[in-house]
């Protein structure tokens, strides 16, 4: 009896600038794929003369970059003004397939890998293939879920499923996600403002209790990221130990409008200076619902004026944070309010024009960072020997203009071609 043996031809990709994350510039125009993974790297002149007969791969009016790593989405969620409402309304089915198209728009728009920070476990499920037919589809990015966040009861999002009370009922939630297939666990430490009856400047779990979810996750080998909308839940979530901090929003109540204010506390934050943990603010997170007063369509009223004054703050809190050494992430938040799967790229826009960041540094941001962060930085994030062939294609060179990540021409995940 012979033994069949899999022979995997080489395919040789020729890009205009193919780019290097070390040196942080256009350094290579040529690159060996070897099934998923990336062989080798250098000018493509030399390596077409390497491998005379191999398939071309031809990019070469076009710039090559790692693949976009989107840290938080919520994929079975409908970007309008009544995510909680649609979510609520809709069966199973429906809910799983929906979110299957969230992420071949994601993939499309040159996104390779996501983090799902909060869905039903039914789509850990459906992911993980466990359930006879429940697969999604083939063109998927690579996906990080944390399924079911642990929240208390009434907490954020304690509509997706089962709640945990106590730090043995955090344990065992943590746990329990280990064996259902999750790849993080998301901890919801303070409220939020999709959940009917969450309170966000109010706190959802002390700090030991952050500290033992933390301490259960990483025995697991899962890492952990916290939901925090107020400057006490930063602070217990990075005392604790949290691997990544969602949101940071530093929220209190302004008792004349009622409105949520962000109000960044220095002498609180300093603290935290030379700590090298990863954060994720979402500047583009329901950005369009100002679209009309932005662009001088109308007159904001007084609320609007009020949320006009807020993004200005967003972003200021953004830059002190990086200052303190903490390390930015691209995470959307898609799928809640206004907040869409396929602009990735308006994030990182606003990074750059609204927060002070370099292409380069959005760029990394987006890519190692991202990588990092899902534990997955060892085998994503970079174009290098041993990578996985995950890269996208734009016609304009990024580095020059950050928009030329709207208009993505070629997507390629696990070595294969897309768009």
Not at 32 to 60: T, W
Not at 118 to 124: A, C, K, T
Not at 184 to 207: A, W
Request: charge should be negative; hydrophobic fraction near 35%.
């Amino acid at each position: 009896m012979t033994e069949e043996v899999n022979v995997v031809i080489p395919v040789l990709v020729h890009g205009k600038g193919i780019y290097d994350s070390d040196a942080m510039k256009m350094k290579y125009t040529g690159m060996v794929l070897e099934g998923s993974r990336i062989k080798e790297m250098g000018r493509f002149e030399e390596l077409s003369q390497a491998y005379p007969d191999v398939r071309v791969m031809d990019f070469s009016d076009s710039y090559i970059l790692p693949g976009l790593v989107n840290t938080h989405v919520h994929l079975e969620f409908t970007p309008c003004r009544d995510t909680y409402g649609i979510y609520r309304r809709e069966d199973r089915k429906a809910r799983l397939a929906r979110a299957a198209e969230h992420a071949r728009t994601l993939l499309r728009s040159g996104v390779t890998t996501v983090r799902d920070a909060g869905s039903s476990m039914d789509l850990v499920g459906a992911l993980s293939g466990r359930e006879a037919g429940s697969e999604p589809g083939t063109e998927l990015p690579r996906i990080q879920a944390a399924g079911m966040p642990l929240t208390p009861d009434g907490g954020h999002l304690a509509f997706l499923g089962k709640t945990s009370n106590s730090t043995e009922e955090l344990i065992q939630a943590v746990k329990e996600r280990k064996s259902a297939g999750c790849g993080c666990v998301k901890l919801i430490v303070s409220g939020g403002q999709l959940t009917p009856g969450s309170v966000p400047e109010h706190d959802s779990y002390n700090r030991e209790e952050i500290r033992a979810a933390v301490e259960a996750a990483h025995e697991l080998g899962l890492p952990t990221a916290a939901h925090c909308l107020t400057t006490s839940s930063y602070v217990n979530a990075m005392e604790a130990g949290v691997d990544s901090v969602e949101h940071c929003a530093c929220f209190r109540r302004n008792p004349c409008l009622g409105l949520l204010e962000r109000c960044y506390e220095p002498d609180v934050m300093e603290a935290f200076r030379g700590d090298h943990r990863y954060f994720m603010i979402g500047i583009s997170n329901n950005y369009h619902q100002l679209d009309q007063v932005r662009e001088g369509v109308r007159k904001p009223d007084e609320r609007e004026a009020f949320l006009l004054e807020q993004e200005k703050r967003e972003c200021e809190i953004f830059g002190r944070l990086a200052d303190l050494g903490m390390r930015p992430l691209v995470g959307t938040d898609a799928g809640c309010g206004y907040t869409f799967f396929d602009e990735t790229w308006l994030e990182m826009e606003l990074l750059c024009r609204r927060c002070g960041l370099t292409p380069e540094k959005a760029i990394h941001a987006a890519t190692l960072e991202g990588a990092g962060a899902l534990g997955w930085g060892d085998f994503l994030g970079r174009l290098a020997p041993g990578y996985e062939a995950d890269f996208i294609a734009a016609e304009q060179n990024p580095l020059r203009d950050i928009k030329a990540l709207r208009h993505i021409k070629h997507v390629v995940c696990r070595g294969k071609i897309i768009e």
